[in-house]
DNA sequence: AACGGTTATGCAATCGATTGCGCAAACTTG
DNA sequence: CAAGTTTGCGCAATCGATTGCATAACCGTT
């Protein structure tokens, strides 16, 4: 492999200094160099084939132009569209995303936060699933840029960007409450996590402004967002409230075990019980009966953490507002339709 | 944000030069300093809570730890779990990855390339769709160490790692013949694919194999490997050979195209016809009526590739094959049914 | 005690860029 | 035309680590 040009190589070929060249190079001080002198360095770099050395860079500048993306699990639908729209901001401005899985393990995020920080990245997004995240507060508190998604941060001073989870829920509960239904249980997602807590409380809110009783409200808690745990809570509702007319599910998985468990118990959606999901993740119109659900944007949530993050490492910390919530939207298919008392 | 400690500061604490404490920091020359002196530089290291700098050690070591790993798209399915299955054999080596997309598009591919060198990375895995991909064909010729995934290399000396495309289709054609179908058409993926054109050779020579006349053969190709492409070749193949009684696709995208426009008009799958995919993408057990597919190791691809990349820039490139061929397997579901002819 | 041979550590260059400071030449001004 | 100012560029330090070479101290040997 032949060896990298360097600053060096196009002093010696122009005969100049280095520090010359290297002024010639940045538009930002070329104005102090004549410019026959300037002509002449970029001919020769341009020759040569010059590519500045990023890392002899980061050294100096103590700036790497790397950002860290932390995410539970690539693997899960929803954080593609998220590290795409994070890549979508950050890539024209010259950063690259070193993109690291935290599996949900608190130790093993405390190790990532530390190769990120040996790395010397000038900045991390920190896509939580727990409510609490210690580890990137403690970081956040020693000066390293952070912001949040998916996790509304009580702790500490840190820009965080969610979705209007309150709105989705009010408006699909709204939509089940105009159809007719008013045993409408729902299938909380686990509590511990921030969406599992953000979406019950908001059930809790819509409900009480309709004037249902708390005490009479069927919610039944996931121990993970998986359909295995959407079957086992179905059942639980439905044999703990028979009169249940629809469930409204704290995520697609969980809205797709409810109706997996409906239709292998004969009871068919939404012919007998209308089942509503939230997130809209991919293939979901394939899978019968249509599941109508809430659509949040993945995409412009990376997109927009990262503008944040952006305008932080630019200098304009005091510019970025310390919540962002990005507008949700219905999506409707199929699985919800009048209550079955009503349709006689 | 207080400066990180530096070699320089444990020499200031313990006395001695920072020569002295890189090396009895590096357990490979520690042997060569005493162990009291050792342990003291330990000790404030410890203290300081000292944490190298990987920039500089880049820097100095012409080595940054890095790879690129390029893929066509990380929203698209199939390669979350590539990019964990290179995570869990790379992060352990203390490797971390710079991911880009390359939306299969040869122009940007070259951007991203030669920002991936000006980054520094040590090596590279590509992932291609393309059939040819002459922009890292070129960087691989310059030296840098690069390994393909998911398609074969003709034209230069790259290792690459593939899955048995030829045994997936054949097994999966062996299924619907033993089933009793011999009226069986293709549904081939874009022939300027890779895995489109591996998985139509595969098709072709089986079918020689059981002695079909190729003329007689009905092979629809698709523009891209998407369900919309999947409903056109499919109502395409069922007009111009309507005696066919098994599809087999190309991938579970275009089967479940497939599946969608049969049952859009009127014709049952399995019952009036059987339908094959190829991957196994997740949530397929959730569509109806379960696709019957072949199942490639995307994790176990991607780890395959970086162990070897691996292995590469440890300085062992003799030790590395230039074709890795990873078995597939078949997954039943309940896509496939004896041919309509023979049921009656 | 003198000598050769280890051994542990220091010195300084190096990786490739950036940047404050200084200096000489060119220019302006009265 | 002398004095002061500006301009254009070079010098050298710096970022934080690694490493070949030099050297001083210590060892045993005769």
Redesign the interface.
């Known amino acids: 492999?032949?060896r990298r040009t360097t600053l060096k190589d196009i002093a010696r070929e122009t005969g100049v200094h280095v520090s010359t060249v290297s002024r010639a190079l940045d538009p930002q001080k070329r104005g102090s160099i004549t410019e026959e002198v300037v002509d002449k360095i970029r001919e020769a770099a341009e020759r040569l084939d010059y590519?500045?050395?990023?890392?002899?860079f980061?050294?100096r500048k103590q700036k790497?132009m790397?950002i860290g993306v932390m995410i539970p699990?690539?693997?899960n639908?929803i954080?593609?569209?998220i590290?795409?729209g994070i890549?979508s901001v950050m890539e024209p401005l010259g950063y690259?995303?070193?993109?690291?899985?935290t599996d949900g393990n608190s130790d093993r995020e405390k190790r990532l936060i530390?190769?990120l920080?040996?790395?010397?990245v000038d900045g991390i997004i920190h896509t939580a699933v727990l409510r609490s995240a210690p580890n990137i507060v403690e970081v956040a508190h020693?000066?390293?840029p952070v912001v949040t998604l998916n996790r509304k941060v009580e702790e500490a001073d840190i820009p965080y960007v969610i979705n209007d989870e309150e709105a989705g829920i009010r408006q699909i509960f709204e939509l089940l409450y105009q159809a007719g239904h008013r045993n409408i249980a729902h299938l909380s997602g686990p509590p511990d996590l921030s969406t599992g807590l953000l979406r019950q409380q908001a059930f809790l809110a819509v409900t009480a402004d309709y004037g249902m009783a708390r005490d009479d409200l069927v919610i039944e808690e996931a121990d993970r967002f998986e359909?295995a745990e959407g079957r086992r809570c179905t059942q639980a509702i439905l044999s703990r409230a028979p009169e249940t007319t629809a469930v409204l599910c704290a995520n697609d998985r969980l809205a797709?075990g409810a109706i997996?468990h409906c239709t292998r118990t004969g009871v068919k959606c939404p012919a007998d019980i209308s089942i509503t999901g939230f997130n809209d993740m991919?293939?979901l119109d394939?899978?019968?009966p249509g599941l109508t659900t809430v659509r949040i944007e993945q995409f412009e949530a990376g997109a927009q953490a990262a503008r944040l993050l952006a305008k932080i490492l630019d200098g304009h910390a005091d510019q970025v507002p310390r919540e962002t919530v990005l507008p949700v939207s219905l999506k409707i298919r199929n699985s919800v339709a009048v209550p079955r008392a009503s349709k006689s």
Chains 1, 2 share one sequence.
């Not at 590519?51 to 002899?56: D, G, H, K, L, T």
């Not at 920080?117 to 010397?120: F, I, L, N, S, V």
Request: glycine share 4%.
């Open positions: 492999m032949t590519r500045p050395n990023r890392i002899a980061s050294l790497s790397t699990d690539i693997t639908m954080f593609p569209a590290v795409r890549e690259a995303a070193i993109i690291v899985n530390e190769t920080q040996d790395r010397g020693q000066g390293l359909e797709l997996d991919a293939f394939l899978i019968p």
